[in-house]
């Protein structure tokens, strides 16, 4: 059994929907990070404003490089990738983003 104590919530809009969805973002270790994503429930029979899971995302410090080529000697920049820190919540903006076009 293992408690993870390192938990950040987000709350995130659109650009065209103000509707809030809640990101957990739980550090399993320096180069994992899972994000539980809760939505409000929609369906009449829920109480009004509860939530539900509706995703979860993993993101790995592995995938970041590979999509920023990071360590890649054939790649010229110019300008700097965001840090693994603000990529996690890029990846929650992109994901709050695609609900409204589902």
Avoid at 56 to 65: A, F, G, M, P, Q
Wanted: charged share 25%; aromatic share 8%; proline share 2%.
């Amino acid at each position: 059994m293992m408690i993870f104590s390192e938990v950040e919530t987000h709350y995130i809009n659109s650009n065209t929907d103000s509707r809030l969805v809640r990101y957990d973002v739980i550090r399993i270790d320096d180069d994992t990070f899972v994000v539980n994503v809760f939505d409000v429930q929609q369906r009449s029979a829920s109480p009004s404003g509860s939530f539900t899971n509706s995703a979860t995302l993993k993101i790995t410090r592995d995938d970041y490089e590979s999509e920023n080529n990071i360590g890649s000697s054939s790649v010229v920049r110019n300008r700097m990738p965001t840090t693994f820190q603000n990529h996690i919540l890029v990846k929650c903006q992109q994901h709050r983003d695609s609900l409204d076009h589902a």
